[in-house]
């Protein structure tokens, strides 16, 4: 998760245990505008075989349908699947076994699957850095489904909802922008995964191009500091979102909090 960072570095800032692992989160987000309940990546999912998910050593949480449910939402009430990327982790659970057992279906079968095209077209390719992560059963069954909506470029998706594009992680990574009260939230995605992830050198080993990465980043902290936009992060389990400030070094968080302190 931290590239070429050395974990004398890393584990002072984002602890781990004897193994190297460390616990990540996969927080996905509702936001409801203008009558679309829209759903912002679906976590893995559960298709794949205990040998597959023995290896990413799940545990806790509340799952998606469950966390879900506890929010008040079926998967029939949601809309729209926005997907920042086709990696396992982030759509996997868009696609589940269909009923009788035989094929796939779309977990929530009302929406419209959001995926850049940029990202669909070099998901479907594959290509041998990224096989692992592009898997058949998570993303031929949204394309035959009729329901994917391929996003064309930056800008506004819904009202209040606009799109970043980048590339360094995987080409199409979605990143939104998203009006809440009066503030701007950015869903930083696996571009900043975690708070840790803030200094524009410490990038995870997944991006395919680490300098395109920190130019991304570069300009989404800048744009983020000088709107003083709220953070919020996918993967990380200790801090769910923060502020910015400009630091000696560069650009670092401010304030950490929960989303729901969010006023
Ligand atoms: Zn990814």
């Known amino acids: 998760?931290?590239?070429?960072?050395?974990k004398v570095l890393w584990s002072r800032v984002y602890s781990s245990e004897e193994n190297n692992l460390i616990d990540l989160?996969?927080?996905s987000m509702v936001v409801e505008i203008d009558g679309h309940v829209i759903l912002i990546d679906t976590g893995w999912g559960d298709k794949q075989d205990e040998k597959f998910f023995r290896h990413v050593n799940l545990h806790g949480g509340e799952g998606?349908?469950?966390g879900l449910k506890n929010r008040g939402y079926t998967p029939e009430d949601i809309t729209d699947v926005f997907l920042t990327h086709l990696h396992a982790d982030h759509c996997?659970?868009?696609?589940?076994r269909a009923a009788g057992g035989k094929g796939y279906e779309l977990t929530f079968p009302r929406a419209t699957c959001h995926v850049s095209r940029a990202q669909w077209e070099w998901a479907i390719k594959?290509?041998?850095r990224e096989e692992d992560s592009f898997?058949?059963?998570?993303?031929l069954p949204i394309g035959k489904s009729g329901h994917l909506?391929?996003?064309e470029g930056e800008g506004e998706l819904f009202p209040g909802f606009s799109v970043i594009l980048c590339y360094g992680h995987t080409p199409g990574l979605m990143i939104p922008l998203i009006k809440y009260k009066d503030k701007t939230l950015v869903y930083t995605g696996d571009l900043i995964p975690t708070a840790a992830h803030i200094p524009l050198i410490w990038n995870m080993s997944y991006d395919i191009e680490s300098l395109k990465t920190i130019e991304e980043k570069?300009?989404?902290?800048?744009?983020?500091l000088t709107g003083g936009y709220i953070l919020v992060f996918q993967h990380d389990e200790h801090i769910e979102c923060c502020t910015l400030e400009m630091a000696p070094k560069g650009i670092r968080s401010k304030e950490k909090f929960e989303f729901k302190n969010i006023s």
């Open 92 to 96: 996997g659970g868009c696609v589940k």
């Open 64 to 66: 998606l349908i469950g």
């Open 218 to 224: 570069q300009r989404l902290l800048n744009e983020a």
């Open 135 to 139: 898997l058949e059963e998570n993303i």
């Open 126 to 128: 594959n290509n041998l």
């Open 1 to 6: 998760m931290f590239g070429v960072v050395p």
């Open 149 to 151: 909506n391929l996003v």
């Open 25 to 27: 989160t996969l927080r």
